[in-house]
């Protein structure tokens, strides 16, 4: 059983740029949320989707947009890309559960985004 | 706002020396608290969820409680395998469906 895969895992940009992450959630899951994770700090909540919608929206600029397609894989889009966007960025995938339960995260190995 | 402590930042033990790591909290409503294990370059595993005060789940060499406050992450005659970051995350219910992170422990385990 597959579980999160995140792409590419590692790549390099310049101050500017613009760049896109890819995830494909664990198979029956329905729900994919966007971390960013700098060197030595815990993950920063981005944003969550669900049923093809932002769902809920971390302290992140309108710089940072996603995207959820109908077979449940996202994508997560930087635009002006700052040096200080230099991280790791990870996906969660989780089942959308009702509102007074708690939801696993299951995490992809993250893909490596280095600002130059 | 929510938040989430742990401590220490760092933890350095002889392979066979108990301790344990904290994580204190000040959200209202919790519906989880989470322990995850994160190695370098890779994304975090789930260790254990906890749900109300008095909880305590136990994996291995890992034992994991919560009180109203905080949760304690004890670890006992812990291995170089053991050498992780360990991160606390909790959900309440102002937070909907987001899951708010600490910034971990980084453990090392010494032969």
């Known amino acids: 059983d597959a579980g999160v895969t995140q792409s590419p895992t590692h790549l390099i940009k310049t101050r500017g740029q613009q760049v896109t992450l890819r995830c494909s959630p664990k198979?029956?899951?329905?729900?994919v949320s966007w971390y960013q994770q700098a060197l030595g700090q815990g993950p920063q909540f981005i944003f969550q989707?669900?049923?093809?919608?932002?769902?809920q929206r971390g302290n992140f600029p309108d710089r940072f947009s996603g995207h959820q397609f109908p077979n449940y894989s996202s994508e997560l889009n930087v635009n002006a890309l700052l040096l200080g966007d230099s991280a790791l960025y990870l996906c969660?995938?989780?089942?959308?559960?009702?509102?007074?339960?708690?939801?696993?995260?299951?995490f992809g190995a993250g893909s490596r985004l280095t600002v130059l | 706002e929510d938040q989430v402590t742990q401590s220490p930042e760092a933890l350095r033990l002889q392979e066979g020396e108990s301790s344990s790591l904290n994580c204190s909290y000040t959200?209202?409503?919790?519906?989880?608290l989470f322990w995850y294990r994160q190695d370098p370059g890779k994304g975090p595993e789930f260790l254990f969820t906890?749900?109300?005060a008095g909880e305590e789940k136990e994996k291995e060499r890992l034992k994991a409680t919560l009180t109203k406050k905080e949760s304690f992450l004890h670890i006992t005659a812990p291995k170089p395998e053991d050498s992780a970051t360990y991160l606390c995350?909790?959900?309440?219910?102002?937070?909907?469906?987001?899951?708010?992170f600490g910034t971990g422990t980084k453990l090392q385990v010494i032969p």
């Open positions: 995350a909790v959900q309440y219910s102002g937070g909907y469906q987001k899951v708010t």
């Open positions: 989707y669900y049923e093809e919608e932002e769902r």
């Open positions: 198979s029956g899951h329905d729900t």
């Open positions: 969660a995938s989780s089942l959308f559960g009702p509102s007074s339960g708690a939801n696993v995260l299951t």
């Open positions: 906890l749900y109300s």
């Open positions: 959200v209202s409503g919790l519906r989880g």
